[in-house]
């Protein structure tokens, strides 16, 4: 059985090059229920595809926010 799917996108303020938009990808994909994310470096945007039985924008904000940047639901 499938878990079920969200998609979300995000706005991240503070990424200024690809070190940045790394840690953010890996900040994200850090987060359990987190199936896929992909940062845009050019965009400052974030699209996540996470389990939201597992997990939920407030903790993928708040990984963003750990990993020293700012998030917020686009």
Do not use: Q, W
Not at 59 to 70: N, R, T, Y
């Amino acid at each position: 059985m499938f878990d079920k799917t969200e998609s979300v996108k995000l706005n991240v303020s503070g990424m200024h090059c690809g070190h940045c938009r790394a840690s953010v990808e890996s900040a994200l994909k850090s987060v359990n229920g987190v199936k896929k994310a992909e940062v845009d470096l050019e965009n400052a945007c974030a699209f996540v595809t996470y389990v939201p039985a597992k997990t939920g924008t407030d903790e993928l904000i708040k990984a963003v926010s750990d990993a020293g940047f700012s998030a917020v639901v686009a």
